[in-house]
């Protein structure tokens, strides 16, 4: 979860992004980056790819990445700008919370051919937890999509075992938590105290597809290696065992 204590990007600039891909070979792995403001006269985005060249190859796992509430513009996550270039964004174990404003989305493709693993995307804004737009493949797998305006937005290929809390969840397998009866049951959604960690009682333990990216990663959001079948979301639920100490006396 969020650590004050560890480093962080933190965009306190208006009409300003985190983040901006120009170059077509980029991996992003354990930043933490917070939208502390909302946009006024642009779209912006904590991770914009913008990259007009062939064969682009983006990686984006294991970030968290927070937005601000009540933003009337465009205020994404993970986009890709209407490029004129040409590749793919493999996205996983992301967690993503609070871009809910009007125009709020959390993870958005357009033109980038997408590949969404076991990502948790929470309170987003009425353009979608993840959304495909566009001429963009987006194949999503295992996401947990929960209380956003609109939880999934879009075509997506190929797509199972996704939790929504609306029926916007796509492919087999996936969950429609008000429907279904189902609930993630996150450590805290308290704002300013997040922790998108799932509990012992989570409807999303033991229901998501197992190796989604053909060996393209094998543990969650905090390293624990996912065994069995596979958790959705970014947090593979573990019960950590009690240290036991062992006192021998010799007389």
Not at 29 to 56: F, K, T, W
Not at 69 to 89: H, K, N, V
Not at 133 to 151: F, H, K, P, W
Not at 174 to 180: F, P, Q, R, V, Y
Request: glycine share 10%; proline share 3%; with cysteine.
């Amino acid at each position: 979860k969020w650590d004050e204590t560890k480093y962080r990007l933190e965009i306190n600039q208006i009409d300003v992004s985190g983040i901006v891909i120009k170059v077509p070979n980029v991996i992003i792995h354990g930043l933490q980056i917070y939208m502390h403001v909302a946009p006024i006269l642009a779209d912006r985005e904590a991770i914009r790819i913008e990259c007009s060249l062939p064969n682009i190859n983006i990686i984006i796992y294991k970030n968290i990445i927070r937005g601000v509430p009540g933003s009337s513009r465009y205020l994404t996550a993970i986009f890709d700008e209407w490029l004129s270039g040409s590749g793919i964004c493999q996205v996983w174990n992301n967690i993503v919370y609070g871009f809910s404003g009007i125009n709020g989305v959390g993870i958005d493709f357009s033109v980038l051919n997408s590949y969404i693993y076991n990502n948790t995307v929470y309170d987003c804004g009425n353009f979608g937890g993840i959304a495909q737009e566009g001429s963009a493949t987006c194949i999503a797998i295992n996401n947990l999509c929960y209380n956003n305006v609109l939880d999934f937005n879009g075509t997506f290929t190929a797509s199972n075992n996704n939790f929504s809390r609306d029926n916007t969840a796509p492919g087999a397998n996936s969950i429609h938590g008000a429907t279904d009866g189902k609930t993630p049951d996150f450590v805290n959604i308290g704002a300013g105290t997040e922790d998108l960690h799932i509990q012992s009682t989570s409807d999303a333990i033991g229901v998501g597809m197992t190796n989604p990216g053909s060996g393209l990663f094998s543990d969650d959001v905090d390293g624990i290696v996912r065994v069995g079948i596979w958790d959705i979301g970014a947090d593979q639920f573990t019960t950590i065992c009690p240290t036991i100490s062992l006192i021998f006396e010799v007389s």
